[in-house]
C-alpha cells in the first residue's frame, strides 16, 4: 500500500477522534485489550501534530450505567466495564488530552449499547459545526468501536484515515481485528501511520 508510506499534510478541515482509551480497556482493566496501553504513546505523539496545527480533537469514551445491557450480569456479552464515573472509565492515565478536547459520552442509558461514537451522539453535529472533514481515528478496539465509528464516519461523508498503528484489536476470535482492518479498508478507509502525519501546512 504505497499510501501509507507518503506523508499526510495536515489540513483545515482535519480533526484526530481518539477512541475510548480508557482504563479498563488497558492490560489490568476490567475488559482488557491485548497490547492497548501500547496506542497512548502512539497518540501522543499525533495529539502534539495536531495541537501544533491548531485542529480539534475529539474523544469518545464508553460511559456505562451500572446495570448497563452488555454487562454479563444482564445477561451480555461484556464483563461490567467503563462504569460512568468510575476511575476504570477514565482516560488512559498518560494521555495527553488538550482541556480544549471534544469529549462524547456514549451507550450511556441501561437498555442500549452503542459501539459507534456516532450513535446516540451529537458527534456528527460537533464535527459538522467546526467544519471537519477528514478524521484521523485510533484507539480501542479495533473490532468493536474503532470499526463501528469508522463504519459511521465513512457513512456520514467523512474521510477517514485509520492510524494502523494507534489501534489494537481484543480478537474474540482469532483474526477479528484485521478482519475489522480489512471491512474499514474495503469501504474507504485511507489507512496510515502515526509516523506519517505531517503537521506542516499543505
Ligand atoms: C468496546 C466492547 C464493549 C470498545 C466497548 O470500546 O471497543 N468494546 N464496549
Ligand atoms: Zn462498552
Redesign the pocket.
Known amino acids: 500500500m504505497a499510501g501509507e508510506l507518503r506523508p499526510i499534510p495536515l489540513r483545515a478541515d482535519d480533526a484526530l477522534l481518539i477512541?475510548?482509551v480508557?482504563s479498563d480497556?488497558l492490560p489490568g482493566g476490567s475488559?482488557a485489550?491485548p497490547r492497548g496501553d501500547e496506542v497512548v504513546a502512539v497518540l501522543n505523539g499525533c495529539l502534539q501534530a495536531f495541537r501544533q496545527a491548531g485542529l480539534p480533537v475529539v474523544a469518545?469514551r464508553?460511559w456505562?450505567p451500572p446495570d448497563h445491557c452488555?454487562f454479563r450480569p444482564q445477561g451480555g456479552?461484556?464483563p461490567p466495564?467503563?462504569v460512568a464515573g468510575s476511575a476504570g472509565a477514565g482516560f488512559a492515565p498518560g494521555l495527553q488530552l488538550p482541556a480544549q478536547a471534544l469529549v462524547i459520552s456514549k451507550?450511556t442509558q441501561p437498555q442500549s449499547?452503542a459501539?459507534s461514537g456516532f450513535e446516540g451522539t451529537a458527534l456528527d453535529q460537533r464535527l459538522r459545526q467546526a467544519g471537519v472533514g477528514r478524521l484521523f481515528v485510533g484507539?480501542?478496539?479495533?473490532?468493536?468501536?474503532?470499526?463501528?465509528t469508522v463504519c459511521d464516519a465513512l457513512r456520514l461523508g467523512y474521510q477517514t484515515v485509520l492510524l494502523l498503528d494507534a489501534i489494537r484489536a481484543?480478537d474474540v476470535h482469532a483474526g477479528d481485528g484485521e478482519r475489522a482492518i480489512a471491512r474499514m479498508l474495503q469501504l474507504g478507509a485511507l489507512a496510515a501511520s502515526s509516523q506519517h502525519i505531517w503537521a506542516g501546512t499543505a
Do not use: I, K, R
Open positions: 477512541v475510548d480508557q480497556f475488559l485489550v469518545t464508553d456505562h452488555s456479552p461484556w466495564h467503563c451507550a449499547d459501539y484507539g480501542l478496539a479495533t473490532d468493536y468501536c474503532v470499526l463501528n481484543v
